[in-house]
């Protein structure tokens, strides 16, 4: 069986880098000729991230990722691009997420009323001796 | 002049406290008025909607306000009212108990009242509102209904149609023309946006058959004097049928390859020219492009027209569309639903390009799922004009079922039955069923488990268990069974999904009666028999992908190994295809289906062969179909059976509402080799096929769609148990 | 139990206004909330116009919130200030309105229309009624209602992260930390952000984060596992064994899916 690919995010198409100018274009202008960013740094303003990735789900396998294209532009003080860098699959670090959640304090509602809530599904099939939809789903 | 004023005195007011009515004036004490901002107080006073009458002025340093209270509404009730129900009227009435009564509130819902008439075709009814008056300054509003008989569309009429019949056209409109079922049909009464429906109806009737200047100039309606029967009238101006010419693809982005996109292309040069033709070929081309990762990709369809020949030449252009990007996915209404199992279905993540037919299948996939009454998925403006967030709203509809049941047999004694279903357990999509029944007849205790995303992925994990016993008096023998079956259901391709499953299988026949067949006491014999085995089913559907809205086609193929001392192939195949004609009112569908049970050395059991049950074959009664045992005329069912299915479904031209359509069809196939026949003779052991035909009444009811079918064995055998009527659910494939 | 308003057996007609009343809150006390709200709802029917039908409309709106039917008593409250805006109970109205949205809300997987509503309720009640005590009721559960918010967002941004989907990750734990800082949330999107920044290979952008996690949290746990991430020791696997059957049972059965 093949695998399917699945293509995530955005980078700008290199016609339209190469159009952009170090020292000229301001963050409106980049925004206006490539398009807006698929992401931002922390403290927001001064650099723009563009990123694409391609999957690829093989069977019953961890759907993995093949190709990741980061661009990167950085402003300065000025607000004019300073700098443009291009990273790949391999600059990015494997890394383990921890498993701890910030508990918020909000009791879920309780499995018993989840259980023996949202009754009132009658299907045919109970009456007429037939036995439920098969487990895998053919 | 201004003057101020330390005094304020109130009077006429009963409910409502001085306070609030200070706060409406909004005027404070010693604060500089002047006669201006005095009538402004009053208005705003009025504006409340609490006070019939309002009047401010001043006296001396004191400002008076006169008000006399509207009544409030002690009871809202309907009179007069025969052919429509008072739920359905007051639904539309706005005033309430317990609320102020306004006679301009009073007068709206009079009209809306004799709007819901006119809507229903009794344009002649009278509504008039009437106060009574309680204590207290309370009233009792009634509204007073003189009904009147229904006014119908006596006649369609068609002017300038040349090349369809009046009665062809008069099968497309949506209003019917008042006939012998006038009463039981609601769709001749006379409704305005009615004429909206039948305009666009007629243009797609005439368009898809190549008409592609037609037009609708206009629909007269004519009510009689006596204002009972309208007359409708539709000009049209038909215009020439056009086909299509020359077919091409041009691509203003770098790379997006012309030639690939033509080839993709399904319209053919010379047909009927239709505008369902020319969608389908663009969602193929755009879909086309979603695969090659090629983004924000628009088809527009650029048509010239070549009238000498009559022929509309089609160039597909391949432009770059706007960058929009989805910017977040925000998803509502979920109460019972977690987010996650509602954001799997989607294959757009946020921060992807905005691509409307992706958004589209996922709010597809989220409807299938079955959790949800209603799920709306629409994209709004974002923060950035180039930015959008997709908005999901759903509606939890009940997935789980709970029945309890006992059954007293005189001779066997109290059976319980308990049965626990849930289809979105705790919210995370998995299904849970558990089934018990102690009935001395049948004991049984089956669990389902199955969880849609296994880690997180695309990948359904599945486990069945299932323990059952039977041994009721006139059976031939008693079973004892149990079964174990994990399962894997992943997909491997945009329409074929693979399930593979590993299998246990113990199986034991007990106090076989002395009169039965020789062979089934022969395979009784070998007592209590356990199998392991594994399998896999691979299955295509070509409504996974759904391009072709009119025709499916799904095609199943599976094997079953024996592994460990049963070796045995167990292979099973379907194929089917269905497809809508007659502007998608009828359905047509053919299935053939088939399987074949092969044993390398011990031989197979009467529980482990076919018996080709109604759901297979229709027509014939359990196992009344088959080799069957000479001398004691048993069933022993087959290794190998075969069947083809060619099925119809129509409207009987019955209002949709009573959700009841007809069908034909007809079953031929056949269920044979018992395999070792030990010496007795064996009846119908080779191929010998058996055709049935008959007829369907299809009823959706709440509790799901049922289908009740007449048949009618054509050449069955003489031994066939054959059965003439069977009600059973009506499954698609 | 259900709340139909058919006719209470004794007829009230006949019954005063206070005599009413006592029978509505001799019911509460006897624990029939809903009985109680269909009395208290007769009084504003017969009486409209006593000192009763205010105090009425209050409990009604009371008894249908203790008897957790919350649409109706969101009506009731909804009348009362619609008819007395500026009596005393209309900061009491307020507030049941805010509770009737916010003993709704649940788990941060579901449904989050709920919690808007309630932040909105809450508000007007901490800011047209300051200094009540239902205003300082209200503050306690604004900040659990907007940290809920803030949680609902994490949730999505974990969601994209175990996906491997970062910039969608990085963009949702973004609003947490410029819009929710004043939730406990904050020191843990800081830490995803060092998680989805190494992972994307934007290593000043996780030192950024990490910094600001430093200045901030530095005696949270989330702080600690930046650190070691930052100095490349990576983050050890949790030594209760997460082996592939452990994570199966987590995963399936506990539904703590990260």
Known sequence: CTPITRNHGFIPLPEDLSALTIGVDTRDSVIAAVGPATSGGVLGENTLYYVASKFEHFGPFEPTEVDRQVVAMSFNAGGTLSNVERFTLQDGRVVTLSRRVTDDGIADVTVISQLLGSFGQINAGQFLGESGSSTDGI | QNFAFNDVAINGNQRVADGTILTFAGIARGEQVTAGSVNDASQRIRESGLFSEVNVRTQGNTLVIDVVEFPTVNRVNIEGNSQVRDAQLLSVVRSEPRRVYTPTQAEADTAAITEVYASLGRINAVVTPRIIPLSDNRVDLVFEVVESGLTEVERIAFVGNRNFSESRLRRVLETKQAGILRQVITRDTFAADRVAVDRRVLTDFYQSRGYADFQVQNVDVALTRERDAYLMTFNVQEGQQFKFGNISVSSAIPEADAEVFRAALKTRPGAVYTPVSLESDISRLELLATRMGINFLQVEPRITRDDRNLQLNVEFALVRGERIFVERIDIEGNSTTLDRVIRNQFRVVEGDPFNPREVRESAERIRALGFFQNAAVNAREGSGPNQVIVDVDVEEGPTGSLSFGANYNTDVGLGLLASYGQDNFLGRGQSLDVQVSTAETNRVLSLSFSEPNFLGRDLRAGFAMNYGTTDNENANFDTESFTLRPSLNFPVSDNGRLSTYYSFNYEDLTDVSTTVSEIIQEEAERGAVSTNSVGYTYSFDSRRAGIDPVTSYVFRFGQEFGVGDSNFVKTTALAAVETQVLSEEVTLRATIEGGSLDYADNDSRVTDRYFLGSRLMRGFDAGGIGPRDADTGDALGGNKYAVARLEAEFPLGLPEEYGVSGGLFLDHGSVWDVGNTYSADVLYNDFTARTVVGATIFWTTPIGPLRFNFTEALDAQDEDETKSFDVTISTSF | ?258
């Open chain 3, 1 to 258: 139990c259900g709340v139909f308003a058919t006719e209470p057996p004794v007829d009230l007609e006949t019954l005063s206004a206070q005599q009413i009343f006592a029978m509505g809150e001799m019911e509460l006390e006897q624990g029939k909330a809903d009985e109680a709200a269909i009395t208290f709802g007769e009084i504003e029917r017969l009486y409209p116009y006593s000192g009763f039908a205010q105090r009425a409309l209050i409990m009604q709106a009371f008894s249908y919130h203790k008897n957790e039917d919350y649409p109706n008593s969101r009506a009731s409250a909804q009348r009362y200030i619609d008819f007395y805006p500026v009596e005393e109970d209309a900061a009491y109205a307020h507030y049941l309105l805010a509770l009737s949205y916010y003993d709704q809300i649940d788990d941060i997987g579901r449904d989050q229309g709920l919690t808007f509503q309630a932040l909105q309720a809450l508000r007007i009640v901490i800011e047209k009624y300051p200094g009540t005590e239902y205003a300082s009721a209200a503050i306690p559960k604004f900040d659990l209602a907007f940290s809920h918010l803030a949680a609902k967002e994490m949730e999505i941004g974990r969601y994209y992260l175990k996906r491997n989907n970062y910039a969608a990750a990085v963009n949702r734990f973004r609003i947490v930390v410029e819009d929710f800082q004043t939730t406990p949330h904050t020191a843990e999107a800081l830490h995803r952000l060092v998680e989805s920044y190494l992972s994307l290979g934007l290593t000043a952008e996780a030192q950024t984060a990490g910094a600001i996690l430093g200045h901030n949290y530095q005696s949270t746990e989330w702080y600690q596992d930046s650190y070691a991430l930052l100095t490349g020791q990576g983050l050890e696997m949790r030594s209760e064994g997460d082996n592939w059957l452990s994570s199966i049972y987590r995963q399936v059965l506990l539904g703590e899916w990260l």
